[in-house]
């Protein structure tokens, strides 16, 4: 069965605003590690990884459902499909490690930051103006460097993470989303004629933290 079409008011805003959030907590830095600002400083660093990746999966998640799981392109469908599975496979994994290596620890309170200049951070195109038919082309201009954020985050983890089993999940991440950011470049690049947006994930940081307003610090 076919997913139902959302209309389109529905996944600019709602999408745009999951990917927004994750990105502008990125953003926001942190005093150690590439964290995206959100959770306790001074919990253990394994338990903010896993808080904040699950974070930045679910933003992924959603953004591919309503965006592109039902685009006319069967290659965006098949990658939502691969996103979805993935991503909430490893959102399961973090959630029992969570529960096994930090049991009395309450459940994590995460904010949605607001859009303020995410058009700024992607070169000057925001919500306004887009067209029904850009929902594609958006998508891949905003997940390439949410996906970046995600790889950089990752590969701190590889040098900071107590539990060898993180690690593990830290080099899945960094070579699953390494894969599909060449991927969505491809298509960025056959089906737009641009160039990846991969660079955007350093813009971000600098133009982000006004938006987070020192979130998590």
Do not use: C
């Not at 089906?191 to 947006?197: L, V």
């Amino acid at each position: 069965m076919r997913r139902r079409r959302w209309p389109y008011a529905v996944v600019l805003v709602t999408a745009i605003v999951a990917l927004v959030a994750t990105v502008a907590l990125a953003a926001a830095g942190d005093r150690r590690g590439t964290f995206m600002g959100s959770s306790d400083p001074d919990a253990p660093y394994d338990l903010r990884f896993i808080d904040e990746m699950t974070m930045h999966h679910q933003g992924a998640v959603m953004s591919a459902q309503m965006m592109i799981a039902d685009s006319p392109r069967p290659q965006l469908r098949d990658l939502a499909s691969r996103i979805t599975q993935s991503q909430e496979r490893q959102i399961d994994q973090m959630a029992a490690w969570r529960r096994q290596w930090y049991p009395n620890t309450g459940a994590p309170s995460m904010g949605v930051q607001p859009m303020g200049g995410m058009g700024r951070a992607m070169g000057g195109r925001g919500s306004g103006g887009m067209a029904g038919g850009q929902a594609d082309r958006m998508f891949l201009r905003m997940m390439i460097p949410h996906h970046q954020l995600a790889i950089e985050m990752a590969e701190d983890a590889l040098e900071n993470a107590e539990h060898q089993e993180l690690k593990g999940l830290a080099r899945q991440i960094i070579k699953d989303q390494s894969a599909e950011i060449e991927e969505m470049e491809g298509y960025l690049k056959d089906w737009y004629g641009e160039g990846s947006t991969r660079g955007a994930a350093q813009s971000m940081r600098g133009t982000m933290p006004q938006m987070g307003g020192g979130m998590g610090r």
